[in-house]
């Protein structure tokens, strides 16, 4: 029963990347945009490892949950604004490679850990 509520949490997290993602394309500094995508994938290792500490098979899921709503928003933007360029999508798409992998290292270092 708490493995919906924490792939829940996960999901509403994506919410926050989404909008620390626009203040990082608004803030339109290279320091800034670095610091959001460091903070955004040290939330996605910690937030992938938790509860994969617990639920050793469930562990690629957190991630996914993670990144699914700035992927939604990325996929329905494509669909939406044809004047957006090829090479936003690609550097979003790019981002949430990285943030998946972070959480995926998060879960994987959780499951393989001793159970205590």
Not at 16 to 45: E, Q, R
Not at 64 to 77: G, M, Q, W
Not at 95 to 107: E, H, Q
Request: proline letters at 3%; a positive charge; charged letters at 10%.
């Amino acid at each position: 029963m708490s493995i919906p509520l924490k792939l829940l949490a996960n999901f509403m997290s994506g919410f926050v990347v989404l909008f620390l993602f626009f203040g990082a394309v608004f803030s339109g500094s290279y320091l800034i945009m670095a610091m959001i995508i460091a903070i955004t994938s040290i939330a996605g290792y910690v937030l992938s490892r938790i509860p994969s500490e617990n639920n050793k098979k469930l562990f690629w899921s957190y991630g996914i949950a993670y990144i699914s709503v700035p992927l939604l928003f990325i996929l329905s933007s494509s669909d939406t604004d044809t004047d957006s360029s090829l090479t936003m999508r690609l550097t979003w798409a790019g981002l949430l490679i990285v943030l998946y992998v972070a959480s995926l290292i998060g879960g994987i270092s959780a499951s393989r850990s001793p159970q205590t």
